[in-house]
């Protein structure tokens, strides 16, 4: 499987260093923590446990990482960029405290920025990460930058993760791999008699076996605990003909892959539960079919809503269908019905179909796609052999 690299990641920073150029920015800052990883993880590959991170980048130089004392190793041992400096700032996420750390020699916030800066009197800094990073961090960059005009540069960030490159689409298809092999042990398991925390479990660990760095959730409901929009596995015991809603999410190397398909459990189900399987699974099949570059992503949201409102479904219709993935299990596009975005080469797309709150109980199908070079590329091989299996051999009377 293919590892996150150096050179994939310079790319990025080059890319960066353009928007600094244009915007005349003298540094751009780049904020994540333990929760919030994605956009120090898409700029350095570091991931920090219980404390932050910034990645400081320059104009005419490598990028600093800015990390706290109890993550130094695994600063060391994950990101490509291996100026670490230590500062007090990036500390604990948790506690408001700021934890005493004996014969650690810390690096000053403001020195690092003057040294990126070469000192210059008056500066402009671009800061990604403000919708994640509490307000006393911002405050304290703003009281510690009193030389400097502070831009908010989450919306750089996420145009640059917007389009997918050639390189993020191989990680995304890793990612994916794991997670269909998961989620095929678990259909292919008798759940019955098992509780719902043992049930997921078993998909857990067959992730983890496949090279899954981290588990990102399990949503795992079983009879009525599937009136629920989302729920965590619990003690429940499952029965026979129970419906499931589950769903596995996992992530490899920073990417995050998430299947979900609506099944009954110990066989095919009563004809009302197909009936409603089989509204979601062809709701979605009538999306997937729709994908071709260039479309407009509103275009693709109103026909899976028309199919619910043609068949009376649309009082069960919660939320849009699509959403975007990456480093993230949802992130851009998240369109409605009147969104004019074209679908292009490189944006990565979720089918999220769902419907909540029917007398059968709710559910939904979740599968990944990657826009290439002629079409959608199938990032889960599982899901959508699912999808054309059923609608081969299910038909609503």
């Given at each position: ?190 759940i019955i008699g098992l509780t ?17 760095e981290s588990i990102v959730f ?123 975005a074209p679908l292009l080469k ?52």
């Open positions: 499987m293919e590892k996150i690299n150096k050179s994939e990641i310079e790319i990025r920073i080059n890319k960066i260093k353009e928007i600094m150029a244009k915007d005349n920015i003298d540094a751009f800052l780049i904020y994540g923590d333990e929760y919030r990883r994605e956009n120090l993880r898409y700029v350095s590959n570091y991931w920090p446990i219980f404390e932050r991170g910034i990645v400081v980048i320059g104009q005419d130089r490598d990028p600093i990482l800015l990390a706290s004392p109890e993550c130094f190793h695994i600063a060391k041992e994950m990101s490509v960029w291996q100026d670490i400096r230590l500062i007090k700032e990036v500390g604990m996420s948790y506690v408001p405290e700021e934890v005493e750390f004996t014969n650690i020699n810390f690096t000053s916030f403001r020195d690092v920025i003057k040294e990126v800066t070469k000192n210059k009197h008056s500066i402009r800094v671009k800061v990604a990460g403000i919708d994640a990073m509490n307000i006393i961090l911002f405050k304290i960059i703003e009281s510690t930058l009193t030389n400097a005009e502070i831009i908010n540069g989450d919306k750089d960030i996420y145009n640059l993760r917007y389009i997918k490159s050639p390189f993020e689409i191989k990680l995304l298809k890793n990612a994916w791999e794991i997670c269909d092999k998961a989620y095929k042990k678990v259909l292919e398991t008798d719902e925390k043992q049930a997921a479990a078993i998909g857990e660990k067959a992730a983890f076996d496949s090279g899954a399990s949503i795992f409901c079983s009879g009525h605990r599937t009136n629920t929009v989302v729920g965590r596995p619990s003690d429940k015991i499952i029965n026979k003909n129970d419906m499931i809603m589950y769903a596995l999410c996992v992530q490899y190397e920073g990417y995050i892959a998430s299947n979900e398909w609506p099944f009954v459990a110990g066989g095919k189900g009563f004809k009302e539960q197909i009936d409603f399987i089989y509204h979601l699974v062809n709701a979605e099949n009538l999306g997937v079919q729709s994908l071709k570059n260039g479309i407009k992503l509103g275009t693709i949201v109103k026909s899976i809503r028309k199919y619910f409102s043609d068949n009376n479904l649309e009082q069960f219709d919660l939320y849009p269908p699509i959403h975007g993935n990456g480093l993230s299990e949802a992130e851009s596009p998240y369109p409605d019905e009147n969104s004019e490189g944006i990565g797309i979720n089918f999220d179909v769902s419907l909540f709150g029917s007398p059968v109980g709710s559910n939904r199908i979740e599968e990944g796609f990657v826009i290439g070079e002629d079409g959608p590329v199938v990032l889960s091989d599982l899901i959508s052999k699912l999808r054309e299996v059923f609608l081969s051999e299910y038909r609503v009377e």
